[in-house]
């Protein structure tokens, strides 16, 4: 079956520090892939996409994604977190061949001062 | 560009009620919408896909006569828990699609938290 796995579950990190979040995506057909970020009673936030071309993407709030199709991944970088970036991440990915998005269990970011 | 909202934000009601929750997109016509169910500290679950002017596709497993949607236009859709539960308490998020088949990205509400008492 198509699924999305986001290994860590919880991950803290100190605030200034270089951020990666993982995301592996089953292989299937063409795969639109994305990040969305949840802050705490909150809805879902699209952080970036990839659909094709170059596989670095870049997205709001100073947040890249690298689009690796031989890994199968989609990680998500920042240089340098800010303690405003605590919140749950979603990696989600969308198939060619249908238009339900399959969203990873989520990773909780937790910034240490 | 791309907003979605949802009301209420939060509902508490007594069990044997019934709940309407609205999501519209606000500056983009959505043929599409869609609507999740978020447990805590879960990822969100696909209910329905909900189309304009034609009945809403259900996943499996989602009550249909329990969870009625309704896509009246192109910026409203509302879901109504019927008859609810306490077991119904949840956070329910709509999405809406905004693009074409293959560029198209879904934007999220900001959720309805429901409580039944």
């Known amino acids: 079956a198509q699924s999305v796995t986001q290994p860590d579950i919880h991950i803290t990190v100190s605030e200034g520090a270089s951020l990666e979040l993982r995301c592996n995506y089953s292989?299937?057909?063409?795969?639109?892939l994305f990040w969305y970020v949840q802050s705490p009673g909150q809805g879902l936030q699209l952080l970036l996409k990839?659909?094709?071309?170059?596989?670095l993407v870049q997205g709001i709030k100073g947040f890249e994604a690298e689009f690796k199709r031989s890994q199968s991944s989609f990680n998500l970088r920042k240089p340098s977190v800010h303690w405003s970036d605590a919140a749950e991440y979603f990696c989600?990915?969308?198939?060619?061949?249908?238009?339900?998005?399959?969203f990873g269990s989520g990773t909780r970011l937790s910034i240490r001062p | 560009g791309a907003v979605v909202s949802q009301h209420p934000s939060w509902v508490i009601c007594k069990s044997g009620t019934s709940v309407k929750i609205e999501c519209r997109s606000l500056d983009f016509q959505a043929t599409t919408m869609f609507w999740y169910r978020q447990f805590p500290k879960q990822s969100l679950m696909l209910m329905a896909t909900?189309?304009?002017?034609?009945?809403?596709?259900?996943e499996q497993g989602v009550e249909k006569d329990k969870f009625l949607i309704n896509h009246a236009s192109l910026t409203l859709s509302t879901l109504t828990v019927t008859s609810a539960h306490p077991e119904d308490s949840s956070f329910y998020i709509c999405s809406a699609r905004l693009g074409g088949e293959i560029a198209e990205t879904q934007y999220f509400g900001p959720g309805t938290r429901l409580l039944v008492l």
């Open positions: 989600a990915v969308r198939y060619s061949s249908a238009s339900k998005i399959i």
């Open positions: 909900s189309n304009e002017g034609s009945k809403a596709t259900y």
């Open positions: 990839y659909f094709s071309g170059d596989t």
């Open positions: 292989y299937g057909a063409t795969p639109y």
